[in-house]
């Protein structure tokens, strides 16, 4: 593996990061590496709520911006609508590929994510985030020419809804491009025992409630409707050392949760929504929540793993759909 380049910032620099990065397509896979330095400190600084947390990982990912440009082959004229954007994630990390006239809109439905997003991210005109529901998209016919998601079509309760608004603002030819998180591969090693079954009850818990956790109602759906999709996989890899300072700057981030109220309850009621489905009371999933970001527990269990490295996969399967004329659907 490369050493990527040195940090700019103080403590970072004795931090070991890398993240490799592994690109695949079929059967092809090309591995490249990539240095991730900024997340840990952007996620203590800025990111105060759960929906926020990692984000930046993906808007500021070169590769997963190279590897969609290759398969959205793109002009960066087109005009593109990012449905459920949450804070922007996705329009900022495809905003370099449309600055040859190109235009990006985000719509979400909660309107403190998409000020947020405004106030950090986006530049208007050439991207921004309004309030908007995908199941009433506020736009005219045949708007778009590329129609972005990023975790929206798995969560939405009307899917043929949201996919006919979706086609009803593209372009022919036009094309969607939506990206999965495959929850069920994310992998964090080491990882204490009981953290790993609580994310494995979490993912339990939005099947039940009918999150489409293994995509299987994204692609039913696609298929009994005639849109003909290709598949790709980007998996998104870091490793690092288990060091002094790397330990530092994780009992750093979960204290700045754990110590504030507001977030701790607001990551209680995120997940009590899907593990409550399972079985889990309230008190015990508060109890969880606690421990998960109870640094005391938490960098005990990485002071014993000192020396060791530190691994977590994130896979993600990305679709493409082309809509080429109306006959198609
Ligand atoms: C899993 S989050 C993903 C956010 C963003 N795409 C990202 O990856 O950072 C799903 C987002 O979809 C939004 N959402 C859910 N239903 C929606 C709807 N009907 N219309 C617009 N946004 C919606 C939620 O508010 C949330 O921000």
Redesign the pocket.
Known sequence: MQKGPNFSLGYRQHVDIYGWVRLARSSQIVHVNEMHSNDLEYQIKYFLEI??IG?IQ?ANNTYLRAFIRKILSARGNERLL?????????GKLLSPLFKNGGEIV?????HE?VEYGNDHWARPPHIRLEV????NIPYPERYFQIVT????Y????NLDR?LSETLRVLTRPGKILS?H?DMDRFIVTPCPEFNRRCYKDFVRGMQVVGIDVDAKRFITTCKRRNLIFKEFQFVMEYKTQITDNFIKIMKEMMQSYYQNKKIMQKFVEFHFQFMRWIGWSYSEVWDAVHYLYSHSDQVAFLIKHKGEIYYRKTPMRIFLIQIFEESQI
Do not use: H, P, Q, Y
Not at 106 to 110: A, T, V
């Open positions: 929906d926020k984000r993906f990012d449905l459920g954007c949450g804070i922007g994630t996705v985000g719509i979400d439905l909660n994510l908007g529901d995908a199941n998601s990023m975790g929206l798995e969560n939405v309760a949201v990206i998180i």
